[in-house]
């Protein structure tokens, strides 16, 4: 079954070029001294990303506060650019790892965000929610875990089998394993009985669909900055449609196109956003055990539940553009990694 699709993604081809913002100094008042800088961001996006994070108003804002970006030339040696004070990319790679790893040998100051090894963890969709299944939150007044699922590497003739073996209630969402930021890695499929499951090419994650009332948490990082937005998402599959469809569908494009919920007057049962302490504990766990800095969470509410959350994805430097007051969050956040370097350089 080849069905083309109409997937707009944010991650495509390596951007080369970007623009060059010089001058201007900011201060960072320092207990008893004040350190006068500025900071170069050196960026590796793709031209689209480019074009949704560095927006205008935000680079003027981080201007005003001594933040200039600088494009990195990927055709070029690394060392021969900057010196930078932070590497902002979304690159992983064996050869990228060793690129990052040499630049900060001759500058160990330097700040990556985020180690490509780390970045590198959420290309998998199994190593991706691997940290999330190895939680265990307790009194965040609330339970977060990941749907029931299953890899599947080769001849998907044994799925069916393997599938009712492992106890995995239909619907299942198969998922590409590999996220490469191509189309094809974010093309989903839904499959109401187990038998049409070998029409699809490993390797795939099979996921129980977990109905969440068509409402999804896009869950914001940035260090230790959280923001939350709903978006729609899939509605709830009943009972009876899944006893009258058979076969394998694609999944609409719903988790980046999706319409902001913000506004909508919905069941407050499905709207209410999740417990503060529960995502304050997942983000801190995450934030720690991925190793990374920037990245959104895309969780959902078991529907009829008050307190039972799944995360379903999990991405590298998302489209923050789409959280709110995005060019604040993002301009004290790379102020506070020099205030926090200031702090713990020994005072001569
Ligand atoms: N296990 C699931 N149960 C219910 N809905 C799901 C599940 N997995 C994915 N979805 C729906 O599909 C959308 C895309 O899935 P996701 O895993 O986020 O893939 P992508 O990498 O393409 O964003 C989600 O935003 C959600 O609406
Ligand atoms: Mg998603």
Avoid at 33 to 48: D, E, I, R, W
Avoid at 171 to 177: D, I, R
Avoid at 233 to 254: D, H, Q, T
Wanted: glycine share 6%; charged share 25%.
């Amino acid at each position: 079954m080849r069905l083309n699709g109409e997937i707009s993604r944010e991650e495509e081809e390596e951007e080369r070029k970007g623009e060059e913002v010089n001058s201007v100094r900011y201060s960072i008042g320092g207990s008893g001294f004040q350190h006068s800088q500025k900071m170069v961001v050196g960026y590796a996006l793709t031209s689209k990303k480019k074009k949704s994070f560095l927006q205008p108003k935000f680079i003027g804002l981080a201007r005003n506060k001594g933040i200039f970006f600088v494009a990195i030339d990927l055709n070029k040696s690394l060392s021969e650019q900057g010196p930078f004070d932070v590497i902002l990319h979304k690159l992983s790679g064996k050869e990228w790892c060793q690129v990052i790893e040499d630049y900060k040998q001759k500058h160990p100051d330097v700040t990556i965000l985020d180690p490509p090894d780390a970045i590198q963890l959420l290309n998998n969709r199994q190593s991706m929610l691997q940290d999330v299944a190895d939680l265990n939150l307790t009194d965040c007044h609330g339970k977060v875990g990941i749907p029931r699922q299953l890899i599947v590497t080769k001849d998907p003739s044994s799925v069916p089998y393997e599938v009712t073996k492992a106890g995995m209630k239909l619907p299942l969402v198969a998922k590409p394993l590999v996220v490469d930021g191509s189309a094809k890695s974010h093309e989903l499929f839904l499959a109401y009985d187990e038998n049409s499951l070998s029409e699809l090419e490993p390797p795939l994650v099979l996921q129980e669909f977990v109905n969440h009332g068509g409402l999804l948490f896009k869950i914001y990082i940035v260090g230790d900055t959280i923001k939350v937005v709903r978006r729609f998402s899939l509605p709830n599959i009943s009972k009876c449609e899944l006893s009258k469809v058979a076969g394998v569908f694609r999944f609409p494009r719903v988790s980046c196109a999706a319409a902001s919920a913000e506004d909508a007057d919905l069941d407050p049962r499905i709207s209410e956003y999740p417990p503060r302490p529960l995502l304050e504990s997942l983000a801190r766990e995450l934030r720690c055990r991925l190793g990374l800095r920037l990245f959104n969470i895309d969780m959902i509410r078991e529907h009829g539940t008050k307190d039972v959350f799944y995360v379903i994805d999990i991405n590298y430097f998302p489209g923050y553009a789409k959280m709110p007051d995005y060019e604040h969050v993002f301009t004290d956040f790379l102020l506070s990694l020099v205030q926090n370097k200031c702090k713990k350089k020994p005072t001569t």
